[in-house]
Nanobody
Framework: QVQLVESGGGLVQTGGSLRLSCALS??????MAWFRQAPGKEREFVAA????????GYANSVKGRFTISRDNTKNTVYLQMNSLKPEDTAVYYC??????????????????WGQGTQVTVSS
């Protein structure tokens, strides 16, 4: 059974950094991604990465500030978040897909989700 467990969220000041981790139990996923959902807003794509470490893409709002990576020996994906802004405040979710990843930016491409971790950026 596939399970995803996120960690690393917290409260940080504007300009600070956080690193989120997502541990996957089960078979290594073809594509893993991070999404986020702010209060009153729809869930949005943040970043995705292939099984071999090739980064698929980032949301425009996080390009140059966030970096996604994965360690297949630990079956873990990371999201390094730098230069955080108040608008980055959200619950961050890790997602895994065993499909082809062609539409990696859509939530429907992922069959497995973590429980989410809260990130709060204070101004």
């Amino acid at each position: 059974q596939v399970q995803l467990v996120e960690s690393g969220g917290g409260l940080v000041q504007t300009g600070g950094s956080l690193r989120l981790s997502c541990a996957l139990s089960g078979r290594t996923a073809n594509t893993m991604a991070w999404f986020r959902q702010a209060p009153g807003k729809e869930r949005e794509f943040v970043a995705a990465i292939r099984w071999n470490g090739g980064r698929l893409g980032y949301a425009n709002s996080v390009k140059g500030r966030f970096t996604i990576s994965r360690d297949n020996t630990k079956n873990t994906v990371y999201l390094q978040m730098n230069s955080l802004k108040p608008e980055d405040t959200a619950v961050y979710y890790c997602a895994a897909s065993y499909g082809d990843g062609l539409t990696y930016w859509t939530g429907n491409s992922y069959g497995y989700w973590g429980q989410g971790t809260q990130v709060t950026v204070s101004s």
